[in-house]
């Protein structure tokens, strides 16, 4: 397979509330560039019988009470557990991805070689909030930090999450800090005005690599 057929992988990073997500459908919905969801596969992760097993195990607190099924898990008890700053919390989220990052990570290996030597594929774009804490930007060939200020992030989060600020600063505290985030990363875009002047900067990114990429390529 030429080189100019193997499509580039991209990490999007940034703070909670940034718009990583919307940016990266905006993308999708506008080029013939792939989004790999992270939360998605996270949330996929818990309904295989053998992880949410695992997860109940260690926190029986997150079986509803009002399901038959042994393998069913409350994801908004769950994170009631794991999301906070205090040792505890802490701890429960090192063993919740313990149970977890293995799956998503092989689902993220198997989707990146199933789209990246298509040639109708220009790029793949992995939206992942814990990209660079789980390590899963060696799989990438760059790494794009969306950035938007915190006012901003946290009036989103509270209007279209419902969220309070405690909600907002508990998950927050679950991730590294911006500033290292943003050391981590090769390009910063500016994703506080609107998807129309963010998402052509994130195209312009991905298709600069175009036949430069150097991971798991073909």
């Known amino acids: 397979m030429p080189q100019d057929h193997c499509a580039p992988v991209v990490g999007l990073v940034g703070g909670i509330g940034s718009g990583k997500s919307a940016l990266a459908r905006w993308v999708s919905r506008n080029s013939p560039i792939e989004v790999l969801d992270g939360d998605q596969l996270g949330h996929r992760a818990l309904t295989e019988p053998a992880i949410a097993g695992l997860v109940l195990e260690r926190f029986p607190q997150a079986e509803p009470s009002d399901t038959s099924s042994a393998t069913e898990i409350s994801r908004a008890a769950l994170a009631e557990i794991v999301f906070g700053d205090d040792p505890e919390s802490q701890s429960a989220r090192n063993d919740l991805e313990t149970i977890v990052h293995p799956f998503i990570r092989r689902s993220l290996e198997d989707l990146i ?26 799989l990438c060939d760059h790494v794009v930090f969306v950035d938007v200020s915190e006012a901003d992030r946290l ?64």
Do not use: Y
Request: aromatic share 4%.
């Open 113 to 138: 070689q199933k789209h990246r030597s298509r040639s109708d594929c220009e790029g793949i774009l992995v939206d992942a909030a814990v990209l660079l804490e789980a390590g899963w930007d060696d």
């Open 155 to 218: 009036a989103r989060v509270t209007s279209t999450r419902n969220w309070t600020r405690s909600d907002f600063l508990a998950r927050q505290s679950s991730q590294w800090p911006l500033e290292r985030k943003q050391a981590r990363s090769d390009t910063i875009i500016d994703n506080s005005e609107s998807l129309e002047h963010s998402g052509p900067r994130l195209m312009s990114v991905i298709h600069s690599l175009r036949g430069t990429t150097s991971a798991s390529c073909p």
